[in-house]
């Protein structure tokens, strides 16, 4: 089955960039999109598409894929960007997540 | 406003049964394809299963495949899932997600969700 490996962990300080990735078999060829998690909420949609923000998402996020690298880039980091965030795509019509990144704000 | 509502979740003992509801409003619910996902405690996210539009075609992950049953109702706006043979393992919070789709391209992902579901399975 096709698997997607994220970093446990990724620490920035505020006002850095951050860099999140997603590897996977010639995961440039599949589209990817990123989920940020908050503590005790639920999954929002950052970026589709490997890199289109959805309405309300600050120009901040941006994302690339190409090869068997996906990365979420959060560029001027704020301390309210401190979540987990989960790479997803689509394998043979099942849908398949990153095991998920920690971003901490230090 | 879209909004997607989960309800039923609860303990139940290894071995039994329990039945998942989302209802959905603030969209046209028909054209939609629909998805539940699940997050087991302190760990990631996990696929479990998708239903076309018309419910005409359903995909389940691999560990729930034969235990578990998605399906809709689109007169009440409403997702389900029939969940049998339930394991220690499958101890979660369950997501109902919408599937946005460009049809263009292929792409495919999940928004928004629901607040969760939890579902825990212990004797």
């Known amino acids: 089955s096709y698997e997607l490996t994220q970093p446990p962990s990724v620490s920035v300080s505020p006002g850095q960039t951050a860099s999140i990735t997603c590897s996977g078999d010639?995961?440039?060829?599949?589209?990817v999109c990123w989920y940020q998690q908050r503590p005790g909420q639920s999954p929002v949609v950052v970026l589709y598409e490997d890199n289109k923000r959805p309405s309300g998402i600050p120009e901040r996020f941006s994302g690339s894929n190409s090869g068997n690298t996906a990365t979420l880039t959060i560029s001027g980091t704020q301390a309210m960007d401190e979540a987990d965030y989960y790479c997803?795509?689509?394998?043979?019509?099942?849908?398949?997540f990153g095991g998920g990144t920690k971003l901490t704000v230090l | 406003e879209v909004r997607l509502v989960e309800s039923g979740g609860g303990l139940v003992q290894p071995g039994g049964s329990l039945r998942l509801s989302c209802a959905a409003s603030g969209f046209i619910y028909r054209s939609f394809w629909m998805t539940w996902v699940r997050q087991a405690p302190g760990k990631g996210l996990e696929w479990v299963a998708s239903?076309?539009?018309?419910?005409?075609?359903?995909y389940y992950g691999d560990s729930v495949k034969g235990r578990f049953t998605i399906s809709r109702d689109n007169a009440k706006n409403s997702l389900y899932l029939q969940m049998n043979s339930l394991r220690v393992e499958d101890t979660a919070v369950f997501y109902c997600?919408?599937?946005?789709?460009?049809?263009?391209?292929?792409?495919?992902?999940?928004?928004?969700w629901g607040q969760g579901s939890p579902v825990t399975v212990s004797s």
């Open positions: 997600t919408r599937d946005r789709m460009v049809y263009a391209t292929g792409d495919r992902w999940f928004d928004p």
């Open positions: 997803q795509t689509w394998d043979s019509g099942t849908a398949v």
């Open positions: 239903i076309k539009g018309d419910g005409s075609e359903k």
């Open positions: 010639k995961l440039g060829d599949k589209y």
